[in-house]
């Protein structure tokens, strides 16, 4: 989810701080995703970053960003399919996504 309108980012790539969420969907790339990307993430205090686990069919969302030292995301939730995501813009829940909606 990215802040502004869709014309503003047909020459640049979104900011950090222009972005709100980044959903990965991960089955050979989930080592990658938790480790490398969730560390780039972080540094760049992306609010809340979801991984699609396609492997063990789960949503995992991550918030929180620490850009510190080692950076990391200081919480993580696991959803299941019979259960509903909060999606979360702006520290505002704006609705659910049932998480089997976002699983093949």
Excluded: F
């Amino acid at each position: 989810m990215i802040h502004g309108p869709d014309e503003l980012y047909k020459m640049r790539h979104p900011r950090p701080r222009e972005t709100e969420l980044i959903a990965e969907v991960a089955d050979t790339s989930l080592e990658r995703d938790r480790g490398v990307k969730l560390k780039i993430y972080a540094v760049g205090r992306i609010p809340v970053y979801w991984i699609v686990n396609l492997i063990n069919r789960q949503l995992e969302v991550y918030t929180e960003p620490r850009h510190r030292k080692y950076p990391m995301y200081r919480r993580r939730t696991t959803y299941l399919p019979s259960d509903k995501v909060p999606v979360v813009i702006g520290g505002k829940e704006l609705g659910r996504i049932a998480v089997k909606e976002l699983l093949p």
